[in-house]
């Protein structure tokens, strides 16, 4: 084997887990489809790279790059099976999911529902603090009201929260240092910043896709940890360490799987 070694493709779906090996000494190609399992997809995606390997005729050793991909969080957010989350949004902004961009999904048919939203208004917190335009802090929360938050964070037992001030895409730093504070102060709770994942212009958009994020987030870690973890056989090392180069690094997808 070459020293950029073989590289392989995964894609986990919600039937099947797919796989293509490159094979950079002859340009050759090997596929494998492995039935998927929503239980744990690691463990298809472990079983299925065994037996891509073995039907190359290579081992762990002879792979240089892994590139995966999954439709895991698009499946939850389409289901409707992702976790538990809340949101804290400015003071005055609650209903910031409800009224979206004020469009109908019909405007000629006056018995048409609007989509129910990601966060259930009872679990929509408020946060007394905001910035300006230009990035300045025009309220801050002090530690008080960040107890407050905090408190109301813990007690609706909820797995995950996003974070949206007004204007926080201005200065991205202020709302990432509220959303690692609440998270200490909740407990550890995984708190995701609208600034961090999508610092633009436009609330809605921003708050959408924080709650996506915070939607989805607690159920790819745990696929990401157990493949990391578990042999491919007894005598073969844990499944990353195995392969030098991953398409994305593991910490920056569990903290932004959107």
């Given at each position: 084997?070459?020293?950029?070694?073989?590289?392989?493709?995964?894609?986990?779906?919600?039937?099947?887990?797919?796989?293509?090996?490159?094979?950079?000494?002859?340009?050759?190609?090997?596929?494998?489809?492995?039935?998927?399992?929503?239980?744990?997809?690691?463990?298809?995606?472990?079983?299925?790279?065994?037996?891509?390997?073995?039907?190359?005729?290579?081992?762990?050793?002879?792979?240089?790059?892994?590139m995966?991909?999954?439709?895991?969080?698009?499946?939850?957010?389409?289901?409707?099976?992702?976790?538990?989350?809340?949101?804290?949004?400015?003071?005055?902004?609650?209903?910031?999911?409800?009224?979206?961009?004020?469009?109908?999904?019909?405007?000629?048919?006056?018995?048409a529902?609007?989509?129910?939203?990601?966060?259930?208004r009872?679990?929509?917190?408020?946060?007394?603090?905001r910035?300006?335009a230009?990035?300045?802090?025009?309220?801050?929360?002090?530690?008080?009201?960040?107890?407050?938050?905090?408190?109301?964070?813990?007690?609706?037992?909820?797995?995950?929260?996003?974070?949206?001030?007004?204007n926080?895409?201005?200065?991205?730093?202020?709302?990432?240092?509220?959303?690692?504070?609440?998270?200490?102060?909740?407990?550890?709770?995984?708190?995701?910043?609208?600034?961090?994942?999508?610092?633009?212009?436009?609330?809605?958009?921003?708050?959408?896709?924080?709650?996506?994020?915070?939607?989805?987030?607690?159920?790819?870690?745990?696929?990401?940890?157990?493949?990391?973890?578990?042999?491919?056989?007894?005598?073969?090392?844990?499944?990353?360490?195995?392969?030098?180069?991953v398409s994305?690094?593991?910490p920056?997808?569990?903290?932004?799987?959107?």
């Amino acid at each position: 084997m070459s020293k950029t070694g073989a590289r392989i493709g995964i894609d986990v779906g919600g039937t099947f887990t797919d796989f293509v090996l490159s094979n950079p000494n002859d340009g050759s190609l090997t596929y494998y489809k492995e039935p998927s399992t929503p239980d744990d997809p690691s463990r298809a995606l472990i079983e299925g790279l065994q037996s891509l390997l073995t039907k190359a005729g290579m081992t762990s050793a002879d792979v240089g790059t892994l590139m995966h991909g999954t439709t895991i969080g698009l499946n939850a957010i389409i289901q409707r099976r992702g976790a538990t989350i809340a949101l804290v949004v400015s003071k005055g902004y609650r209903d910031i999911l409800e009224i979206a961009r004020s469009r109908m999904p019909s405007s000629f048919d006056f018995h048409a529902s609007k989509e129910e939203p990601l966060v259930p208004r009872l679990r929509i917190v408020e946060v007394d603090a905001r910035l300006s335009a230009h990035g300045e802090v025009t309220k801050a929360a002090d530690e008080a009201e960040l107890d407050r938050v905090a408190a109301e964070l813990k007690s609706l037992g909820v797995d995950a929260a996003a974070l949206v001030l007004i204007n926080g895409y201005t200065t991205p730093s202020v709302e990432i240092g509220m959303a690692k504070t609440l998270s200490e102060k909740a407990g550890g709770l995984s708190i995701t910043s609208a600034a961090a994942i999508w610092p633009e212009i436009r609330e809605y958009e921003r708050t959408l896709v924080a709650c996506l994020n915070a939607y989805i987030q607690p159920r790819r870690p745990t696929a990401a940890r157990s493949a990391s973890s578990r042999p491919m056989n007894a005598r073969s090392k844990p499944f990353c360490p195995a392969l030098p180069r991953v398409s994305w690094p593991l910490p920056v997808w569990r903290r932004r799987p959107m």
